[in-house]
């Protein structure tokens, strides 16, 4: 196939220039980047066309990165990369990128890396011909507690537990304001994240964060008393992919990462999570190394 047959309209090459050059000007934003300029050959003595170029100042020194589009059909070959690195060194830039939605070949990528040629596919979730659908392996990891309650009282005083103790029962501060119910203020607590979310087991957590609180003994007595829960820590593993709604970049065609200063997940069910994730025990299970791991609490209703 020749290179007239691979490529596609000159219309959608443009739109492929403006891609490529908007999504470099946001990953450079103090540089100058141009679309469809021409540069003085110093061998062959002919104007050449680039497609982005950007320019950037080093001190005194004029820094020029050479970057060519390809909208192929096909990966671009190592014929490609030849050509373009003759492009590079005749109009004097320090740095070369060939972009192309479609690809590199195995012999294109060995010899870009032999001439420091960088490799890119656009990444971008815009609505356009190359919109892409980006998600990211990630790990939830959602912590959940049962939740005991405990009392003990040193005052040389009748104590009794009646029925509605630990959720109808107000407890007071020492100089007498209400506090609320240890029902409702270890939920509030818990929900809030304010008590360790570490597996496994967590005893005599006081429940108030104020010291000497005071209780009804039962018998009309307000008395100091100890009020602390119990904690049973459980975690729950999930592996899947999770949906990036906004993202702009270069795939690096070679080591496979990503280039982007910023991007925005979508929204994400937590019973999607439990229903359609893997479920795992451990996080070597995963089957690739995860971006980030979402740490959630699975609340209780207040």
């Known amino acids: ?30 540089a100058e980047v141009l679309h469809n300029v021409k540069l003085p050959g110093r061998h062959s003595g002919r104007d050449r066309q680039i497609d982005v170029l950007m320019k950037n100042s080093v001190g005194q020194y004029e820094i020029l990165i050479v970057i060519d589009c390809k909208d192929y059909k096909a990966p671009v070959d190592v014929k490609g990369v030849e050509e373009f690195w003759g492009l590079v060194d005749d109009v004097g830039g320090q740095k070369g990128v ?27 979730t815009d609505p356009h011909k190359w919109q892409a659908r980006v998600t990211m392996p990630a790990i939830c990891d959602f912590r959940s507690a049962a939740i005991s309650f405990g009392v003990s009282m040193s005052s040389p005083l009748p104590f009794v537990i009646r029925d509605g103790f630990f959720d109808q029962l107000v407890v007071e501060s020492a100089d007498g304001r209400k506090l609320g119910t240890c029902y409702e203020t270890a939920i ?17 957590v006081p429940i108030f964060a104020e010291p000497n609180v005071r209780i009804d003994n039962g018998y009309g007595t307000m008395v100091s008393v100890d009020l602390d829960v119990g904690l049973h820590v459980k975690q729950e593993l999930y592996y899947g992919q999770y949906p990036i709604s906004r993202i702009s970049g270069f795939k690096d065609e070679i080591s496979g990462g990503i280039i982007t200063n910023a991007f925005e997940v979508g929204l994400l069910d937590p019973n999607e999570v439990s229903s359609k994730w893997k479920k795992i ?3 070597s299970e995963a089957p690739v190394p995860p971006v980030f791991t979402m740490i959630g609490l699975m609340g209780w209703i207040e």
């Open 98 to 124: 060939l972009v192309c939605p479609r690809g590199f070949s195995k012999s294109a990528k060995a010899r870009a890396q032999k001439l420091q040629i960088d490799l890119y596919s656009p990444v971008d």
């Open 281 to 283: 025990s451990d996080l």
């Open 1 to 30: 196939m020749t290179d007239k047959e691979n490529e596609l309209t000159e219309a959608d090459f443009a739109k492929l220039e403006k891609l490529v050059a908007r999504i470099q000007q946001q990953l450079a934003p103090d």
């Open 188 to 204: 509030r607590r818990w929900n809030k994240g304010e008590w360790s979310v570490e597996p496994g087991e967590h005893d005599r």
